[in-house]
């Protein structure tokens, strides 16, 4: 079985400072994991993705994430945010146990004071 | 620009009336999936289509139903809305190569998503 767990379902940072949003992963097969960034009203939008290779992965806006075996973890993080990062963001897993399915964490709010 | 399209974005329907959600996709992916997302909480899986065959989720109530007519176009039936089902539902493509992959490694592209309001 696999599961995501954010740490935070609130998190609230200054403008121009560290984004730093938290995910660990529980699965018994090699993880794909993902952050998806969901904007009020808006489907979700791919943020980044690790599927196999160098485990610090860059995606889109600025953000990036390491996968940390060790730790299972996969932190999404940004030098500095800018007002427009305030959004839901989603962390996901999956991987092949016989079929795949994609989990998603319970989300973590992110707000961005000016 | 390719897509995903979600209508209507807003849909009020009466406690045991049938109403029906439509996606399409310009993006011409083999596979479409259909999500519920209540507030605050993660998207949950319904069902997906890998080309024509269609795989529902253990959990999925029997309330819900799909179709999908062709490669463009995907459905979403509540037969007798709930309460309960008020949500808004996500629709989302992907291409997957590997037969296995379905909701895998590939790219989820999202549509914006119908908010159902069950009155």
């Known amino acids: 079985a696999q599961s995501v767990t954010q740490l935070g379902s609130h998190v609230s940072v200054s403008e121009g400072a560290l984004v730093l949003l938290r995910c660990n992963y529980s699965s018994s097969v090699p993880p794909y994991l993902f952050w998806y960034v969901q904007y009020p009203n808006q489907g979700l939008q791919l943020l980044l993705k690790y599927t196999t290779g160098a485990t610090l992965v860059k995606g889109i806006n600025g953000f990036e994430a390491e996968f940390k075996k060790s730790e299972t973890s996969f932190h999404l993080t940004k030098p500095s945010a800018h007002m427009s990062d305030a959004a839901e963001y989603f962390c996901a897993v999956s991987g092949y146990t016989g079929g795949f399915k994609t989990i998603f964490g319970a989300g973590t709010r992110l707000f961005v004071k000016a | 620009d390719a897509m995903v399209i979600q209508n209507p974005r807003y849909q009020v329907t009466q406690f045991g009336k049938p109403v029906t959600l439509s996606c399409s996709q310009t993006l011409n992916h083999n596979v479409m999936y259909w999500y519920q997302q209540k507030s605050s909480q993660a998207p949950k899986l319904l069902f997906h289509?890998?080309?024509?065959?269609?795989?529902n989720e253990a959990d999925t109530p029997d309330n819900f139903q799909s179709r999908r007519p062709n490669t463009s176009f995907c459905f979403l039936d509540i037969r007798s809305p709930g309460l309960g089902d008020a949500a808004m539902y996500l629709c989302?493509?992907?291409?997957?190569?590997?037969?296995?992959?379905?909701?895998?490694?590939?790219?989820?592209?999202f549509g914006p998503g119908t908010r159902l309001l069950v009155l």
């Open positions: 289509y890998y080309d024509k065959d269609f795989n």
């Open positions: 989302a493509t992907s291409r997957e190569i590997d037969p296995r992959g379905v909701a895998g490694k590939e790219t989820q592209y």
